[in-house]
């Protein structure tokens, strides 16, 4: 069973420029998640979607990030325009049904932002 | 709002050693908590998902044992091996996964 995909895998960028991660979670899983994680610390969830809508983003700061999920499939999380703190390691997991379910976790995306 | 602390922070241990990594949450209504394995630059691998209903789960040398009224979780390492050195993230699920800060783990040969 092929694993979570997640790319770029590293990604420098200056303050206030855009910058955008692709997430492939595992074939038929149902809930995908992006996570934060900043150095010396746990993984924070920024927006967790049910196939195609919107569960929870109650941590995703929305005046400058964005994320969607186009058919239930892939997704992209987006930042724009990015500040000094966003710099931190990005995170995608799947499910199978349920937040409750296990989670499977991609590689990550390390974002520095200079 | 659930608060998970992980203690301690960093632990090197010789190579055979028994060893325990301590979880504590505030909020005692969970679903699971779950443990995971997080390798340098590398995503979180999930070790051990213990139900709310359960009092421990064992996965060869790894024991993880759960009381949900102290808002407790420890995970035993038998026997600890190099290969085991990362960082170990405990995770409550409530209505969400909240983790914590995570132990980093040096098993020295």
């Known amino acids: 069973e092929a694993g979570v995909a997640q790319s770029p895998r590293y990604k420098i960028i200056e303050k206030r420029q855009s910058v955008a991660f692709w997430c492939n979670p595992i074939?038929?899983?149902?809930?995908l998640y992006w996570y934060q994680q900043i150095l010396g610390q746990g993984p924070k969830l920024l927006i967790q979607?049910?196939?195609?809508?919107?569960?929870?983003d109650s941590q995703l700061p929305k005046d400058r990030f964005s994320a969607e999920r186009l058919k239930g499939v892939d997704s992209t999380l987006k930042i724009q325009p990015a500040k000094l703190e966003d710099s931190a390691v990005y995170l995608c997991?799947?499910?199978?049904?349920?937040?409750?379910?296990?989670?499977?976790f991609g590689p990550g995306t390390r974002l520095t932002v200079l | 709002k659930q608060e998970v602390t992980q203690i301690p922070a960093a632990l090197s241990v010789p190579e055979g050693e028994n060893l325990v990594l301590n979880c504590s949450f505030t909020?005692?209504?969970?679903?699971?908590l779950q443990w995971f394995r997080q390798d340098p630059g590398k995503g979180l691998t999930s070790l051990l998902l213990?139900?709310?209903?359960?009092r421990e789960q064992t996965s060869g040398r790894l024991n993880a044992s759960l009381d949900k009224s102290s808002g407790r979780s420890t995970l035993y390492i038998a026997a600890s091996q190099p290969g085991d050195s990362a960082t170990y993230l405990c995770?409550?699920?409530?209505?969400?996964?909240?983790f914590g800060t995570g132990t980093s783990l040096t098993v020295i040969p």
């Open positions: 997991a799947s499910s199978h049904v349920t937040g409750t379910d296990t989670q499977y």
């Open positions: 909020d005692s209504a969970i679903y699971n």
């Open positions: 213990i139900q709310s209903s359960q």
């Open positions: 995770a409550v699920i409530s209505n969400q996964f909240y």
């Open positions: 979607f049910q196939n195609n809508g919107v569960v929870d």
């Open positions: 074939s038929g899983h149902a809930t």
